[in-house]
């Protein structure tokens, strides 16, 4: 019987990989302003940034749907969004606010029945065909932003997902980079309390 990841884990185990590719993406940033200007700007640096991020993508969702379908087996990306867009009815238009220029981006939305994200398939490209039809062109500033906006967005669906009934529903150290559109936000006060930031702008105090 698998053992069920808690919190604490996901905490150490998790959540801080992302962190760290959150970190490599945003001191890229010191080379390349951030605009859609420069989107298509590749380098080694994004190539290896989307090869780490599509990794984890495939560890996250396979992380994911064993917990809400934990008699699946599915190894395909594909395979992961049938059990995903089953589950959750908003994953796929699921919006991020960037905290760097302030703008909303839905990073999961051209994932369709029949295509996987323009991400992902940049991240199959880079990983299987660099140098074919100058793949390596695909590890650019635009595709690595989008997939890191997708991990993000797994990475708190998962988080939310196995913290169910405990209080916590988002990681103890925040992104730099992202928010969750409409998602509340829990910051702990101390003796077990929680202030609670939600969309509509009240606050809430709670264990």
Not at 56 to 65: F, N, P, S
Request: a positive charge; charged letters at 25%.
């Amino acid at each position: 019987m698998e053992e069920i990841m808690t919190v604490q884990e996901y905490n150490v185990r998790i959540w801080p990989f992302y962190l760290r590719l959150e970190e490599e993406f945003l001191n890229s940033l010191n080379y390349v302003e951030f605009s859609k200007d420069n989107f298509k700007t590749y380098s080694i640096e994004y190539e290896k940034q989307i090869l780490s991020i599509g990794s984890e993508v495939d560890i996250l969702c396979k992380l994911l749907c064993k917990e809400v379908a934990p008699d699946s087996s599915p190894n395909q990306i594909q395979e992961y969004r049938e059990i995903l867009y089953d589950y959750y009815e908003n994953i796929g238009i699921e919006q991020v606010t960037c905290l760097i220029d302030g703008r909303t981006y839905s990073p999961i939305k051209s994932w369709t029945k029949k295509n996987s994200p323009i991400w992902w398939k940049a991240y199959n490209k880079v990983k299987h065909a660099r140098m074919e039809k100058q793949n390596y062109k695909r590890g650019n500033l635009g595709n690595v932003f989008y997939a890191l906006a997708s991990l993000y967005v797994f990475n708190r669906y998962y988080c939310k997902a196995i913290s169910m009934e405990r209080g916590l529903k988002e990681p103890t150290l925040k992104s730099q980079l992202f928010s969750m559109v409409g998602w509340e936000v829990r910051i702990p006060v101390g003796n077990g309390f929680m202030a609670s930031l939600r969309p509509n702008g009240n606050i809430g105090l709670r264990l």
